[in-house]
C-alpha cells in the first residue's frame, strides 16, 4: 500500500507520459515529465526521504512549498522544497539529514558529511 | 502618456481577476506567481507536459477560468513572471507602493526588482493543521496537500485514506481521493451535527446567491454518498501511529467544544490520513509592506481593507484568502475591484456596484460557514507533553507550556529562542499560530497579533542569489 500515480490509460484528464529518469542517493527512479520531484518521488513508493532532528523519518507533509518537510538537494543543491522543483532528466538527488553533526549513533547524512 | 504600472502578485482566483480588471482599467501589468502555470491552489493546474487534454474535468468553473487566463496572458500590457517567488518587499518612499523583490526558478534562481505604481497582494491561504499526536509521521498530509498531487500531478497519496478535520474543504478533497482511485475510508469533521446543521441552513437566501458554490458542495456530497463514504459529525482523529509512516488512526468523538469524549476512541486503519483545520492567510507580505491587520485571537488575524479593498499601507491593495476565508468567488470580486483601484480607474464604474455585491455576498457565506466549522476551544486535550508541536524543530508540547509559564521566556522571541518552535526551515509557518495561540491560552502576554506573520525575507534566498547583481524588470 502506498501512493501512486493514476494510470494514464484510465485518467480522465487524457494525459500524455513521457519518461523522466533521476537518481536518488545513486539508485535509478524513472518517473514522468512534468513531475515535481516530491510527486515523482512519491509515485515510485517512497513516503519518507528525510529525517528531522532525532532522526524520525520525514516525508511530504503540505506539499505546496509552505512546510519544508520535503527538503531534498538536488544536483548539490541543498535544501531544495521537492514539492516545488519539477524533476529533469539526469537529476541527481540525494536525501538530507538534519541531525546535527555531533549526535552519535546514528549515520551521518549528505548535509553533514560534505 | 506614462501607464500606471501594477504588480500583481499571487495568479489565483484573486490575482487573476485583480490583472484582468487592471488591464480593462488601462493599466500595464506584471503578474507573479510562484507557480508554472496560473490558477492557485484553487485551480491547480496539471504541468505542461503532461499535454492533458481534458483538464476541465479536474475543476469547476473551467471555462472561464480559461477565458480569463487567455485573456490576461495574451494582453500586449501584460508581463506574466510564471516560477517567480517575491522574497521582500522594500518601502524606499513612505507615500509610494513598495519595490517587489523577485526570484525566478531555477540554479541559481535569477533575483530581480520591481517598481511600481500600485501593488495588489493576493497570495492566498495554505491548510492550517493543528497538531495532534503522530501528525509529523510520513503518510500524514494536509488535505491541500492530498487535493495538490491529485489535481496537479494525479498521484493519490494513499490506497485507503481518511480525510479528517473541519470545514467544507474537506468534501473536494475526499472527491479528488475518490477521483484519483484512492479508497475513502471515512471523512470525519469535528464540528457536531447541530452546529453545521444550524450554520448552514439559516438565511436561507444567502444560500440562493451563493448558486454556484453551494451546487458545488451539494454535488461532492452526492459523490461521497454514491461512493458511500462515511461522512461522521463530532468526530476528530486524535493520533496517528505507525512504525515510520501511518499506519493506523485513532479517531474520537468530541463535544462542541472539542474535548475527548472518554471511551469514544475507535482505531481505522489507513495508509494516510489528510487533516485540514481551516486555512491560514499567507500575510508575510501584507505584515512586510506595514499593513494593519484585524482580528483579536492568533487564528484569525487578517489583513484590514476599506471599501476598494486598500490597504493601510500607501499603495498597496489585498485581495482574496488573506483579507478573510470566504472562498473563490469572493476572491474574484474582491480581485476586481482591487486591480480596478489600483489601476486608476474611475471609482464610478458601473461594475463595480455589482462586483461589490457580490464580495459582501461571497463574505456572507464565508462568515456563516465558519460559523458552522470554529476550531474548538479545548482541542490541545489532544496532546501529550511529548506531541511535536513545531514540526522543523520538534518542539514538544511540554516545552512551549513551559515557556509559557516561566517568567524568564515570557516575551515571545525569548521563549522562541528556549523552545525552538518557528526557528527551523519553515520559519513558523506551521506551528507560529498554534504556538502563538497555545501561548495566549496559558496566559503569556504577546501582545502583537501580526508576529506569527513577521518574516522580512518572505521565501528563503540563497547568498549566491543575492550577491548577483538584480535584474531590473521594468526600468
Known amino acids: 500500500m502506498s501512493p501512486r500515480l493514476v494510470p494514464a490509460g484510465s485518467d480522465p484528464v487524457r494525459r500524455t507520459e513521457r519518461p523522466v529518469a533521476v537518481t536518488v542517493d545513486g539508485e535509478a527512479v524513472t518517473g514522468i515529465a512534468g513531475q515535481t520531484i516530491a510527486g515523482l518521488l512519491l509515485a515510485s513508493g517512497r513516503r519518507a526521504w528525510r529525517t528531522g532532528p532525532s532522526g524520525a523519518r520525514r516525508g511530504v507533509f503540505c506539499g505546496i512549498g509552505v512546510c519544508f518537510d520535503c527538503l531534498v538537494s538536488v544536483n548539490g543543491e541543498q535544501d531544495v522544497r521537492a514539492c516545488r522543483r519539477r524533476a529533469a532528466d539526469g537529476d541527481a538527488v540525494s536525501t538530507q539529514n538534519r541531525r546535527p553533526p555531533e549526535a552519535d549513533g546514528i549515520r551521518q547524512g549528505p548535509e553533514e558529511a560534505s | ?475
Open chain 2, 1 to 475: 502618456m506614462s501607464r500606471r504600472h501594477v504588480v500583481v502578485v499571487g495568479a489565483g482566483p484573486a490575482g487573476l481577476a485583480a490583472a484582468d480588471a487592471a488591464l480593462a482599467a488601462g493599466a500595464r501589468v506584471t503578474l507573479v506567481d510562484s507557480a508554472e502555470r496560473p490558477g492557485g491552489q484553487y485551480h491547480r493546474m496539471l504541468p505542461d507536459a503532461y499535454e492533458a487534454a481534458n483538464p476541465e474535468v479536474l475543476h469547476h468553473g473551467w471555462a472561464a477560468f480559461d477565458r480569463r487566463v487567455r485573456r490576461v496572458l495574451a494582453h500586449d500590457r501584460c508581463t506574466w513572471l510564471a516560477g517567480t517567488s517575491v522574497w521582500a518587499l522594500e518601502r524606499e518612499d513612505p507615500a509610494r507602493a513598495p519595490l517587489v523583490h523577485v526570484l525566478g526558478e531555477g540554479s541559481p534562481g535569477r533575483r530581480g526588482v520591481l517598481t511600481p505604481d500600485a501593488l495588489v497582494l493576493a497570495p492566498g491561504a495554505h491548510d492550517r493543521v493543528l497538531p495532534f499526536p503522530g501528525w509529523e509521521l510520513p503518510g500524514v498530509f494536509t488535505a491541500g496537500a492530498a487535493q495538490a498531487l491529485a489535481k496537479g500531478e494525479r498521484v493519490a497519496v494513499g490506497e485507503r485514506v481518511a480525510v479528517a478535520g473541519t470545514g467544507p474543504f474537506l468534501l473536494p478533497v475526499a472527491v479528488s481521493l475518490l477521483e484519483a482511485g484512492s479508497q475513502v475510508a471515512e471523512v470525519l469533521e469535528a464540528a457536531g451535527g447541530a452546529r453545521v446543521t444550524r450554520g448552514w441552513l439559516r438565511r436561507p437566501w444567502e444560500l440562493a446567491a451563493q448558486a454556484g458554490k453551494t451546487g458545488e458542495l451539494v454535488s461532492y456530497t452526492a459523490a461521497l454518498a454514491r461512493a458511500r463514504v462515511p461522512y461522521l459529525l463530532g468526530r476528530a482523529v486524535v493520533e496517528a501511529r505507525g512504525d515510520g509512516r501511518v499506519e493506523e488512526i485513532v479517531s474520537a468523538r468530541v463535544r462542541a467544544d472539542w474535548s475527548v469524549v472518554p471511551g469514544s476512541e475507535r482505531v481505522t486503519a489507513v495508509d494516510a490520513v489528510c487533516v485540514g483545520h481551516g486555512f491560514t492567510p499567507r500575510l508575510e507580505l501584507l505584515v512586510a509592506a506595514g499593513c494593519a491587520v484585524r482580528g483579536g485571537t492568533p487564528d484569525a488575524v487578517f489583513v484590514q481593507v476599506d471599501d476598494d479593498q486598500l490597504t493601510s499601507s500607501p499603495g498597496v491593495y489585498a485581495a482574496g484568502e488573506v483579507t478573510g476565508i470566504a472562498g473563490a468567488p469572493a476572491s474574484r470580486a474582491e480581485g476586481a475591484v482591487a486591480g480596478w483601484h489600483a489601476a486608476g480607474g474611475a471609482p464610478s464604474a458601473r461594475p463595480l456596484t455589482a462586483l461589490r455585491r457580490g464580495r459582501d455576498q461571497g463574505r456572507a457565506f464565508a462568515g456563516r460557514l465558519a460559523a458552522a466549522h470554529p476550531i474548538g476551544r479545548e482541542w490541545p486535550g489532544w496532546l501529550r507533553d511529548d506531541t511535536v508541536v513545531c514540526r522543523c524543530e520538534e518542539s514538544d508540547y511540554a516545552s512551549v507550556r513551559a515557556a509559557a509559564g516561566d517568567p524568564a521566556t515570557t516575551e515571545a522571541r525569548v521563549a522562541k529562542l528556549g523552545t525552538r518552535a518557528g526557528l527551523g526551515p519553515c520559519q513558523g509557518r506551521m506551528c507560529a499560530v498554534t504556538v502563538a495561540e497555545l501561548r495566549a491560552r496559558l496566559g503569556a502576554p504577546d501582545a502583537d497579533a501580526a508576529a506569527p506573520h513577521r518574516r522580512p525575507l518572505a521565501e528563503p534566498v540563497r547568498l549566491g542569489e543575492l550577491a548577483a547583481p538584480a535584474r531590473e524588470y521594468d526600468g
